[in-house]
């Protein structure tokens, strides 16, 4: 019954318990913050024009890896 609902959200799989999900939101939240916090600190002299491609790229790397 739920063949095409995958299209409009996502379901969690049959073998993830509830302290798994939390688990994994919050340390690839915590991952993504330390890489915008990091790259975007003014004494880490990242160039401005470089910051996107890289939160991008980090952001990309935590999807693929989840």
Known sequence: P???AAIFATYPRDYLSVT???LDQFLTTAILCIVVLGITD???KVP???QPAII???LWAIIRLD
């Open 56 to 58: 991008g790229t980090a």
């Open 48 to 50: 401005r024009m470089a």
């Open 2 to 4: 739920n063949a095409t």
């Open 20 to 22: 798994g999900g939390l």
């Open 42 to 44: 003014e004494r880490n």
